[in-house]
């Protein structure tokens, strides 16, 4: 029998939609196997499922920068109601803005690039805007705005080194231990957050020791100035607990099983414990504020305006660290996006083994970089590919319409803002931390059995959370690279070869990446080569289940007509 689904999969492929996107059966003569209309579907459900939990995050990470809001005493504000009320309306603004650009990205990537990956507002680089470049409330290097111009003009930087094929080659040049390093030290930084005050309170502040055990009541800090500086009574705190156990334990007992968007549920568990009021765990104290925030959440569906973040860019552009943060998007944006949608192409198997390019590389990282500039417009720090686009390719995702629907799902995220803005910070603290465990896992791939490339990845790992900014991690991490690697390079010409360290054979290999700097599209118009739709791809990797319950494929639509009454 020929099911409904077998049918429908099969007029979809036949159609100019199933030949657009290279759909199995489609008679594309690159078409990509095991990719069906419904799988594909189901894919992106999933891929939504599972990245949207920074909806959440990341507004709960960039409100603490303060927006657009202006702390006048210059002391962070911490007990000023009226900057805590604009706290809040940033935080929804955020909210709306992370939806609709994630929306945006994910439904473009899509639709030109034809690949299966989701994006976002990355993890990590929003951290860095939030607590390195604009700082807590206002007090690092540049305002808000000043952040908003910058990322905005890292988006055109990108588009143009993308066109350029400059962005894929400068990613590929970087020693390999180094780009692990800075993926596995913004896992501990992410991890950090999560523990910290703003997210579980596990962490707290400690006047001797810097940092100590947090989790105590407010009534217990050691003095109204001294926010979560514990004095007495550490671990205490119920919502500390409730964090720990459902928004943590629990998430990771549902990861075990593969629990499809197991982080959702975990965020929104926690959530849905802690809005009933009067409470030991309520998001909705008896105060002003609590007042003001649930009469926001029972509207349940609603559009949010930009209110304070649309639009609010401050072009200084002559101001000197402007450039030094745009610089440092700049170098970890490359590192970030660009790993990621080669790690989730091979994982797709739609990446060359030899080049290490994959099928529309070009336009995939003008999609990112356009969607980077609308986000800065939107008031969020850099989009970028997210990891979790593998569980729609485990799915069974091979092409553009996985990642449309997963935008699709994002766009309707935006009209629930208020469920999304009363998402407490302990709900999402134990997030973090599984998402930073997740990325330290890159630390496997350091070549820990040669000191001149172990010592500078182990100062990359370690100097991002310690510093709460990746760029002194990444600058101390190239630095003590080019001197002992460089210095070793020297004396090893100088002496003819005579003086070289014991084991500099297990020294990781450092060379030019293959392929070229041209991108393929400046070879097909100036006839030096093929375009990367040509190039031989790697297998991909295990087939979803629905895959392994079709041996030979899916039937296509002439051989559906073909069959017996009887068997359709």
């Not at 409100?63 to 009226?82: I, N, R, V």
């Not at 800075?182 to 957050?193: P, Q, R, S, T």
């Not at 075990?256 to 009021?277: N, Q």
């Not at 973090?432 to 820990?448: D, H, K, P, T």
């Amino acid at each position: 029998m020929v099911s409904f689904a077998d049918r429908l999969n099969a007029q979809v492929a036949d159609s100019f939609v199933g030949r657009y996107f290279r759909l199995e059966g489609s008679g594309h003569p690159k078409e990509r196997e095991g990719s069906r209309f419904l799988t594909e579907i189901r894919a992106g459900l999933t891929t939504w499922a599972a990245m949207a939990y920074i909806i959440s995050v990341n507004a709960s990470i960039l409100k603490d920068c303060g927006g657009t809001c202006e702390c006048p005493a210059g002391d962070g504000c911490l007990t000023d109601p009226t900057y805590a009320a604009c706290i809040a309306d940033v935080h929804r603004d955020i909210i709306t803005t992370t939806a609709a650009v994630s929306a945006l990205a994910s439904f473009l990537m899509g639709a030109l690039a034809n690949l299966p990956v989701g994006m976002a507002p990355g993890l990590g680089l929003n951290a860095y805007l939030a607590y390195s470049v604009v700082g807590f409330h206002g007090s690092g290097l540049i305002t808000y705005r000043e952040a908003m111009a910058a990322v905005f003009m890292e988006g055109w930087i990108f588009f143009i080194l993308s066109l350029l094929g400059l962005r894929q080659w400068l990613a590929r040049m970087m020693p390999q231990s180094l780009v692990m390093a800075v993926g596995a030290g913004i896992g501990l930084f992410i991890a950090f957050v999560g523990l910290s005050s703003g997210g579980l309170f596990v962490i707290g502040g400690d006047t001797t020791n810097f940092v100590g055990l947090g989790g105590c009541n407010p009534e217990d800090y050691l003095s109204a100035d001294l926010p979560y500086y514990c004095n007495s009574r550490v671990m205490r705190s119920p919502t500390m607990w409730l964090g720990i156990f459902v928004g943590g334990i629990l998430t990771v007992f549902l990861m075990l099983y593969r629990v499809k968007g197991a982080i959702l549920i975990g965020i929104l568990l926690t959530s849905i414990i802690s809005w009933p009021r009067s409470t030991a765990v309520t998001y909705f104290p008896h105060t002003e504020a609590g007042d003001a925030a649930f009469d926001f959440f029972k509207q349940v569906v609603t559009f949010w305006p930009l209110k304070l973040v649309g639009n609010a860019l401050d072009y200084s552009y002559g101001n000197g660290r402007v450039w030094y943060a745009l610089v440092t998007f700049l170098y970890v944006d490359i590192l970030d996006t660009t790993g990621t949608l080669y790690s989730m192409a091979k994982f797709a198997g739609l990446r060359d083994p030899v080049t290490l390019d994959f099928e529309n590389s070009t336009i995939a990282y003008c999609v990112d970089a356009f969607s980077i500039s609308m986000g800065a417009l939107m008031g969020t720090s850099p989009v970028t590919a997210f990891i979790e686009s593998a569980t729609g390719i485990a799915e069974g995702g091979r092409t553009g319409i996985t990642a449309m629907v997963t935008g699709i799902m994002f766009f309707v995220s935006v009209f629930f803002a208020p469920i999304f803005a009363s998402i407490p910070p302990w709900a999402t603290g134990g997030a973090l931390v599984i998402v930073g465990s997740l990325m330290i896992r890159n630390a496997r791939e350091i070549n820990w059995d040669y000191v001149g490339d172990a010592v500078p990845a182990f100062l990359t790992l370690i100097i991002i959370p310690l510093t709460y900014n990746i760029a002194y991690g990444v600058i101390a991490g190239i630095i003590s690279y080019v001197l002992l690697n460089g210095g070793a390079w020297v004396i090893r010409k100088a002496t003819g070869g005579r003086l070289v360290p014991p084991n500099y054979d297990m020294a990781e290999t450092w060379v030019i990446p293959p392929g070229g700097i041209v991108p393929g599209w400046v070879k097909v118009l100036t006839g030096r080569g093929a375009s990367n739709h040509d190039l031989p791809l790697e297998p991909r990797g295990s087939p979803s289940l629905d895959e392994r319950s079709h041996t030979k494929g899916s039937l296509t639509m002439s051989e559906i007509d073909a069959l017996p009454s009887g068997r359709r």
